[in-house]
């Protein structure tokens, strides 16, 4: 059993954690990893079978799951969440192609504005922006394809 505090979009949760074997309860949830290729894991979760692509990043990781990008970082409770010393930037959670470019330099945003679609994993994924701020730069190109870790946009406060 261990403490652990997850970070998803801002919010910080505390979670307890147990493991047996390849199963893994948190909170309510019971998780069962059956097997794992590559950057693909397929898990049982609360009974229900699913495919996901992840992707880990030191105390990161970031999957698809429901049609959604989830990026989650995880930290031992007690011990200070890692901040990245580029969080103003956008970067690409996964492989994928730029399929729309939604906004320019200088341009205001807030919390949440959509910045740039990607089609990774024959499905489209919206890059949001983290906080407020005016974009910086566009480090991408529409149809370009981008590598997970690649600044896509950068925002300033």
Do not use: W, Y
Not at 96 to 106: F, M, T
């Amino acid at each position: 059993m261990s403490d652990k505090v997850v970070t998803i979009g801002g919010t910080r949760f505390a979670l307890n954690v147990e493991r047996d074997g390849d199963t893994f309860r948190a909170g309510a949830h019971e998780i069962t990893v059956v097997a794992t290729r590559g950057n693909i894991a397929e898990i049982h979760v609360d009974g229900r079978t699913v495919t996901v692509p992840f992707l880990l990043q030191g105390t990161k990781v970031s999957f698809l799951l429901d049609g959604e990008t989830v990026i989650a970082e995880i930290a031992e409770k007690g011990a200070q969440a890692r901040v990245r010393h580029r969080d103003h930037s956008m970067s690409a959670p996964m492989p994928g192609v730029v399929l729309k470019i939604l906004v320019q330099p200088g341009q205001q945003v807030t919390r949440g504005t959509p910045l740039v679609i990607l089609e990774a994993m024959k499905m489209e994924h919206v890059i949001a922006a983290s906080h407020d701020g005016v974009v910086q730069a566009v480090n991408c190109r529409e149809g370009e394809l981008v590598q997970p870790g690649v600044d896509l946009i950068e925002l300033g406060p």
